[in-house]
């Protein structure tokens, strides 16, 4: 069984679309995250979700919206799909915020065209 | 906002060769995470660091936490291939677990 898992891994859509990524974890834990990674690698925090809380990065347009329908799920939502939106998005899980190791999914990588 | 900065960006070494990448914070650290991640895969927990002048070793790999706790390092005795990747530290800040720059390791057989 795999711990965290996104679906779908690949998303190829035209400027201007709204698009879901689904993110499903069957370890139990308490908090998720979805994070951005652009072409130079660099692994972007986009929201965390603890305990129905949602923590934003105030970076991330407002385009983007996490919902969170249980504990083991995070789904991103984004609206008004933009060219710079093409990247690799990882969802990830962990027990507590800050001090236990993170569980990432496959990721899904979004082209925006 | 909270800033981790990894050096070097980019290594290539030969197979045998020893890399170490080095991860600076701005502010006192209550702990660091390294993770890597293959080409084309997802990042993966390798170790997690609390105490002040922290030593653990896993094999090939050397993780080091600084005195004061505002940096660390990560040190791969003769490299090979499989090595290959991109080596990320992280840090908790604010209800948020923040990934550093990272170093993209290239391996040459």
């Known amino acids: 069984d795999t711990a965290v898992s996104q679906t779908p891994k690949y998303l190829v859509t035209q400027m201007g679309n709204d698009k879901s990524i689904k993110c499903e974890q069957n370890?139990?834990?308490?908090?998720m995250y979805w994070y951005k990674q652009d072409s130079k690698k660099f692994l972007k925090i986009m929201f965390s979700?603890?305990?129905?809380?949602?923590?934003i990065n105030e970076t991330v347009p407002n385009r983007f919206s996490p919902k969170s329908p249980d504990k083991a799920h995070l789904n991103l939502h984004i609206n008004s799909l933009e060219l710079g939106d093409s990247a690799v998005y990882f969802c990830?899980?962990?027990?507590?915020?800050?001090?236990?190791?993170?569980?990432f999914g496959q990721g899904t990588r979004l082209t925006v065209v | 906002g909270q800033q981790v900065m990894q050096i070097p960006q980019y290594q290539h070494v030969q197979e045998g060769e020893d890399f170490t990448t080095y991860c600076n914070s701005s502010?006192?650290?209550?702990?660091i995470q390294w993770y890597k991640q293959r080409p084309g895969g997802h990042p993966v927990f390798l170790i997690q660091?609390?105490?002040?002048?922290e030593v653990k070793k896993q094999k090939r790999l050397t993780f080091q936490f600084g005195e004061a706790k505002k940096n660390s390092s990560l040190h791969i005795t003769a490299t090979q291939t499989t090595d290959v990747g991109t080596y990320f530290c992280?840090?908790?800040?604010?209800?948020?677990?923040?990934f550093g720059t990272g170093t993209r390791l290239q391996v040459f057989p």
């Open positions: 370890l139990g834990h308490d908090t």
């Open positions: 990830a899980s962990s027990k507590g915020v800050l001090s236990t190791e993170a569980f």
């Open positions: 992280a840090q908790g800040y604010s209800d948020k677990l923040i």
């Open positions: 979700y603890n305990n129905k809380e949602l923590i």
């Open positions: 660091l609390v105490k002040s002048g």
């Open positions: 502010t006192t650290l209550s702990n």
